[in-house]
């Protein structure tokens, strides 16, 4: 069974008090309304900015909080639960969750492999002129040349 938004107000804190972390009660305050904004399918830094919390503040967070980094993970854990029910549960529109999923979520969720380009590579493809689209054609140019060649040699 699906859970509620009772439910899920009754595993998030409204008020998050962190035993590793020190917060004022009005930080406090604004992370509880992070984790809805997440459970609601904002991104992070959407969420953030949205609770009146600067971005940078909650990704160092997410990285010296264990206790705050679990919540987070299970607010977005919520939202994709929400919306994998509603792409369930909803015969005629069922798509735009599926794209929703596929687009927040491409390792888990995506239909092809994924490629993630480091900052040494971006900055190498700035310098050379290069997309990443034109740098993969390129690459598999260059490989499609390779196997031609080894053909040739081999036959």
């Known amino acids: 069974m699906f859970e509620t938004e009772l439910d899920v107000a009754k595993k998030l804190p409204a ?3 962190l035993a590793d972390r020190a917060v004022d009660d009005e930080t406090a305050r604004r992370l509880g309304v992070f984790l809805v904004k997440v459970t609601e399918g904002l991104p992070l830094s959407n969420a953030a900015s949205g609770s009146g919390l600067p971005v940078k503040f909650v990704k160092g967070l997410l990285k010296e909080s ?3 980094n679990q919540l987070y993970e299970r ?3 919520i939202f994709v639960e929400k919306t994998l029910h509603a ?3 909803d015969n005629k529109a069922w798509q735009r969750f599926a794209w929703i999923l596929e687009r ?3 390792e888990e969720f995506g ?3 994924l490629l993630r380009i480091s900052d040494e590579d971006q900055l190498l493809l700035r310098k050379l002129g290069m997309t990443p689209q034109s740098a993969w054609r390129a690459l598999m140019s260059a490989l499609e040349r390779k196997m031609v060649e080894q053909d040739g040699q081999n036959g």
């Open 15 to 17: 008020y998050v008090s």
């Open 66 to 68: 264990a206790q705050f």
């Open 104 to 106: 927040r979520f491409p």
């Open 87 to 89: 792409l369930k549960t």
């Open 111 to 113: 239909n092809g492999a």
């Open 75 to 77: 607010a977005v854990s």
